[in-house]
């Protein structure tokens, strides 16, 4: 099959772009390098089965010629910054929902059949239910980010209705692992390796979070899409387990070799939009036999690993 990936520099759209590749599928690439990296395409790009488009997708012309010919869209381009989206409001609406939009009518005018998309478990805001079903009762919105990915499922599901595409919405926890470039194991790494001594951590710590790995997101939906044959199907992508925000960061410290005090900047939340307890429940994907081969803390154990070995991203990631 040929299969046209958004976002695909990205931190998840790179490895699954190296997993449809190893599948003997056809990709071709779409991204802007806002921040994506050619590095994270070097495998990618052995493969002949691969071609990159270097596009925005608010380039409504050059995003629907790019996707000419392929038979499954897999939208993981976004902007993926959840806390910072109070700086530029905008920015959410025209990378996440205005980008979504300008996909499906590139779908449209090629004539593409399906669609996956990278929601979110931050679609539950401070979700009521815990674990969180995917059929939770739909809550207030907490974050720019958030609101726009919900956007974002509701235009896909009308496609889905209006013009028979088929749709698969996966809402993940955060992920970590291979070219992870954003997120807490980022910021915790970057702030130990400037001073090893402390380490400020944003709330009281106690916010609990559920992690998954990169490899098992992917295996989770490249399952989903063999086996589904629903017009919309929706499905959480997590572990069956969480962690408090300082035991995390004790994993990392360890990892590192370092034994840092720690300094809270206090409250449940470590930012606007920050839930303090995220657990999505995963018996959806699991029916289908799914099993994550990563646990948490091996998860944030091998995000240190790939940043000790790939400092570099640091440079790129101010
Ligand atoms: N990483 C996580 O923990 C996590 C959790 C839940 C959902 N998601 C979702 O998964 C998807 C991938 O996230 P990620 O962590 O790989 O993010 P990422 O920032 O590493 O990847 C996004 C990619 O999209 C590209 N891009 C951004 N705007 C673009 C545009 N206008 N035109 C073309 N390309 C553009 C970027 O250059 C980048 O390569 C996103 O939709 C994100 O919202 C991520």
Request: charged letters at 25%; proline letters at 3%.
């Amino acid at each position: 099959m040929s299969f046209f990936v958004t976002g695909a520099a990205g931190f998840i759209g790179s490895n699954l772009c190296d997993a449809l590749l190893a599948r003997g599928a056809s990709v071709i690439g779409y991204d802007n390098f806002s921040t994506g990296a050619p590095e994270f395409l070097v495998e990618a790009k052995k493969s002949p089965r691969f071609s990159l488009v270097t596009g925005d997708l608010l380039d409504t012309a050059r995003l629907a010629e790019a996707m000419h010919g392929s038979e499954v869209v897999l939208h993981l381009s976004a902007n993926a910054d959840v806390r910072f989206g109070l700086e530029h409001p905008r920015r959410d609406l025209e990378q996440n929902t205005i980008a979504t939009f300008n996909v499906l009518e590139a779908m449209r005018a090629n004539r593409v059949g399906t669609i996956c998309f990278a929601s979110t478990g931050s679609v539950y805001g401070e979700a009521a239910i815990i674990p969180t079903p995917e059929d939770a009762p739909f809550p207030v919105q907490t974050s720019l980010y958030a609101a726009s990915k919900v956007a974002g499922e509701g235009m896909i599901t009308s496609y889905a209705e209006g013009f028979g595409v088929r749709a698969l919405i996966f809402r993940f926890v955060s992920i970590l692992g291979e070219r992870y470039t954003h997120g807490h194991v980022f910021d915790f790494y970057r702030s130990l390796k400037n001073d090893p001594s402390s380490l400020r951590i944003l709330g009281d710590g106690n916010q609990k979070k559920s992690y998954l790995h990169v490899k098992d997101c992917v295996s989770a939906i490249l399952l989903a899409l063999e086996n589904s044959s629903s017009k919309v199907s929706i499905y959480n992508l997590g572990t069956d387990e969480y962690c408090k925000v300082t035991e995390s960061a004790r994993w990392i410290a360890d990892k590192m070799g370092v034994r840092p005090e720690f300094e809270f900047t206090g409250g449940a939340r470590g930012w606007v939009g920050d839930n303090p307890f995220i657990f999505l429940e995963t018996k959806r994907i699991r029916e289908m036999g799914w099993v994550p081969e990563f646990g948490i803390r091996e998860g944030v154990e091998r995000t240190v690993d790939w940043l000790a070995a790939n400092e570099w991203v640091f440079e790129k990631r101010v």
